[in-house]
């Protein structure tokens, strides 16, 4: 019967139809024992398993028809193999105008080969977006953080075409492996899609703090953008002109997940939402440094905007003017040492970090040490110096836990500003500390060190 199914042989004539033996998982030489003989022979292979899921998560609930909806769609593989070949479909509803794309890769994918495109029939078909992937390994989470990878993101951003329900169907397979739950591969995310037209009333507030600013300390502008309604508005973006004479500290305090983007230049800096609901009202915080070149007021302009129409743009823009003190510089060598509000997501510890000079003297190659103590690897520079121009800052030692760099220069009323980083290898108390150092008798020492601590806790696993 086994010779008959073609899975072994014990004849000539067998091994002939053996050379033709088609497998779609391809074929593997066994030994059988047949009538007290052993024979080596060719079988097919079994599949390999690879249990992968799929979710797919909406912006909103519903969303009113003439707006803007987004989704999160995430791709992991349980195992117990590796994925190979993996497909993903992503189809929306006929009527859907060609929808924004980007993806983020953790780490354990081949990223670099991830090949997506996006098509429609015609006007009466529904729009599909296809991601292939060569492979993708079985997900792991990591103990201390709560993190899994390697896993697919999807980000993708729709303009339904009509009022009613709006369904958006993603399914993954993988060619080479077959889904021992293939259920979990497969989801529908239902939205409704409200009457439009979409309009929304925002305002925007800007408040200073401190009230009166001092040079080379911090300087904290918060936006404050509320939607008036009556409907949700999308697409939101809150652009503040830089004022003259100060430098770039600290990026915005947002929630992670409300936030759409963040951007910054030498005279703008640029802060974007998803959607903000009716009756919310949502907060953007910079930090800024004035320097001895100042102005006596510090002069800032913000503008909010949204995809959705706003009926009224009266306050839509706002001016502010914030007085700074006289520098009064400090005789001899005076370093500060500077770190603020840290930032965790995903893994990731930031802060923002920098040395200012009140002293009259200026000096030459001081030192900033950079170190972290806790559960963190080693440290990083994500950025250091005058956004508006090359930083200031010479080479940097690399310690397990620490940098120790130089700054070129530093001129009475100026600050070199910057970022240390690391990923966090576990739980507990994370703390970074600034030490600045410079030739001569510093006229505050006790100032020439900061310090600057974070909780760090599990994470709940991404899915």
Not at 180 to 191: A, E, L, Y
Not at 332 to 347: F, T
Request: proline share 8%; net charge negative.
């Amino acid at each position: 019967m086994l010779a008959t199914a073609g899975l072994l042989s014990s004849s000539a004539g067998a091994s002939t139809s053996q050379a033709n033996l088609s497998c779609k998982y391809g074929v593997k030489a066994v030994w059988k024992v047949v009538n007290g003989h052993r024979h080596r022979v060719r079988v097919c292979k079994k599949p390999a398993k690879a249990d992968i899921v799929v979710t797919n998560k909406a912006s909103m609930a519903q969303v009113t028809n003439g707006n803007r909806l987004s989704y999160e769609l995430t791709v992991v593989n349980r195992g117990p193999s590796t994925a190979r070949n993996v497909t993903v479909l992503v189809s929306f509803p006929t009527g859907t105008d060609f929808p924004s794309f980007s993806f983020d890769l953790l780490q354990g994918a081949d990223d670099k080969s991830l090949n997506c495109a996006g098509s429609s029939i015609g006007e009466n078909s529904p729009f599909v977006w296809k991601c292939e992937l060569p492979w993708l390994d079985p997900v792991q989470t990591d103990a201390q953080t709560g993190e899994q990878f390697p896993q697919l993101d999807l980000k993708f951003v729709v303009e339904p075409g009509a009022a009613g329900p709006y369904a958006v169907e993603a399914h993954s397979a993988a060619a080479r492996t077959v889904d021992p739950h293939p259920k979990n591969s497969h989801v529908t995310s239902h939205v409704m899609v409200l009457p439009g037209p979409a309009s929304a009333d925002l305002s925007l507030a800007v408040d200073a703090l401190p009230s009166t600013a001092t040079v080379t300390d911090d300087l904290t502008l918060t936006a404050h953008i509320t939607n008036h309604g009556p409907t949700e508005a999308t697409g939101v973006q809150t652009t503040l002109l830089l004022p003259l004479g100060t430098q770039f500290v600290g990026y915005p305090d947002v929630d992670p997940d409300q936030l759409c983007s963040f951007a910054a230049n030498a005279s703008t800096i640029a802060v974007c939402w998803r959607d903000i609901l009716p009756g919310q009202t949502v907060d953007a915080a910079i930090t800024l440094a004035p320097i001895g070149t100042s102005p006596p007021m510090i002069e800032t302009d913000a503008v909010v905007s949204a995809f959705t129409p706003d009926p009224n743009l009266a306050d839509n823009r706002v001016h502010v003017d914030t007085p700074l003190q006289p520098f009064d510089a400090s005789p001899g060598v005076d370093l500060v040492a500077h770190i603020g509000h840290p930032i965790s997501y995903e893994g990731t510890v930031l802060f923002p970090v920098g040395v200012a000079n009140r002293g009259t003297d200026a000096p030459t190659n001081a030192h900033a040490l950079l170190s972290f103590t806790g559960p963190v690897g080693q440290p990083s520079l994500a950025f250091i110096g005058d956004i508006s121009g090359p930083a200031p800052i010479g080479p940097c030692l690399h310690g397990d836990t620490s940098l120790d760099c130089i700054v070129r220069e530093l001129p009475s009323g100026a600050r070199v500003n910057g970022f240390i980083y690391g990923q966090t290898s576990g739980t507990g108390t994370l703390t970074a500390t600034v030490h600045a150092t410079a030739q001569g008798t510093d006229a505050h020492p006790a100032d020439n060190t900061v310090s600057g601590s974070i909780d760090v806790k599990a994470s709940p696993a991404r899915r």
